[in-house]
């Protein structure tokens, strides 16, 4: 079943958070809300838990108008971040808890719970104490205990932000497995850009109360709308465009800018404050000027080798940019202080300003 949240609106106090905002969560989709801290992510999050009541406006799982059912009758799963399970239950018990509260007996209740904490590989540390378990053990828990009881909608409120890097990946394609297999619509909040383009079926981007932009993973980042998107997903490199140039080359466009002229094959209609956005990655070094494609002279002003990746932070006359590539593409040829050549692709898109 489809959510949707329908000319939803909401203040504290003075400040409002949301103006009559609308969204709609496809049905068995992994979707997430991802947005800068106070962006509103976790407000619409409890909004669907039942937490959290709108001023105005509607919540519908399906067909059924649930914005004034309270939590305990929405039959939703929810996963926090700070795991939330009870400190004096055993893992076993914690499980089961929400089985109980359904008005399950003991041993069918075991039964599931036990077959749930095999799923996710505890099933040997049942009769073990919360304050036992790692952070790791603690989450999967937390996860058992909102899928065990087979709820209509899961929601997962930042669960991986407190673990390790290596942990977070591991959970996270568990995360993903365990939906797949339920079917569950499921709704992510997170913060973490590279956790949400890895995990997600959709991602609305949100900023100061307003989804600005709803799409696939691959869309959010190869197309994005506004300079906030290109820049909060992936970090794009901004170049403010001046004006459109007249005269253009078969399909490429011409812009002037602060560094020079540069091309995009992107439609996008001319307007003010547009912007070019262009990925790190695809940024390259050339040793010359072709008049073929647009470049800017810069110098290098940090190099990080990361590995397999370096970046290269290069100062322009339209700020610095940041270049990603291999590390065995410019091995140690390029150094602080050159002065370089960077070409900008034509397929660079175009963002609006705001």
């Not at 709704?187 to 981007?205: K, N, Y």
Request: aromatic letters at 8%; charged letters at 20%; hydrophobic letters at 40%.
């Amino acid at each position: 079943m489809d959510l949707v949240f329908s000319s939803i609106s909401q203040s504290y106090g003075q400040q409002q958070l949301f103006n009559a905002l609308q969204l709609t969560i496809p049905s068995g989709s992994f979707f997430t809300l991802l947005g800068p801290s106070g962006c509103g992510k976790t407000t619409l999050l409890r909004m669907l838990a039942g937490f959290v009541r709108p001023d105005a406006g509607q919540i519908y799982f399906g067909d059924q108008d649930v914005t004034r059912i309270p939590a305990h009758k929405r039959n939703v799963g929810m996963v926090f971040q700070d795991y939330a399970l009870f400190p004096d239950r055993s893992v076993l018990d914690n499980v089961n808890y929400g089985l109980w509260a359904r008005g399950y007996s003991k041993s069918d209740a075991k039964s599931a719970s036990l077959k749930m904490l095999a799923r996710v590989g505890l099933a040997t540390l049942a009769d073990r104490m919360p304050s036992e378990l790692s952070g790791g053990q603690r989450q999967r828990v937390a996860m058992a205990r909102a899928l065990v009881i087979k709820p209509s909608v899961l929601l997962l409120d930042e669960p991986l932000s407190a673990l390790d890097v290596k942990l977070r990946v591991e959970l996270r394609d568990m995360v993903r497995e365990l939906q797949k297999e339920a079917g569950l619509t499921t709704v992510f909040v997170t913060h973490d850009q590279e956790e949400a383009l890895s995990i997600s079926d959709h991602i609305a981007v949100m900023r100061s109360g307003e989804v600005v932009q709803v799409g696939t993973p691959h869309a959010i980042y190869a197309q994005p709308e506004t300079r906030f998107t290109a820049d909060f997903v992936g970090g794009a490199n901004i170049i403010p465009l001046q004006q459109e140039l007249i005269k253009s080359v078969a399909e490429v466009r011409r812009f002037s800018s602060s560094a020079g002229v540069l091309h995009s094959l992107h439609s996008r209609p001319w307007e003010q404050g547009l912007c070019l956005a262009v990925r790190p990655e695809k940024l390259r070094f050339v040793e010359a000027v072709d008049k073929q494609e647009a470049v800017i002279a810069g110098q290098i002003q940090t190099v990080e080798f990361l590995g397999a990746l370096t970046r290269y932070k290069v100062r322009t006359a339209c700020g610095d940019l940041w270049l990603n590539a291999w590390s065995h593409t410019y091995g140690e040829r390029k150094k602080v202080q050159d002065q370089v050549w960077l070409a900008i692709p034509a397929d660079a898109v175009l963002v609006r300003g705001s």
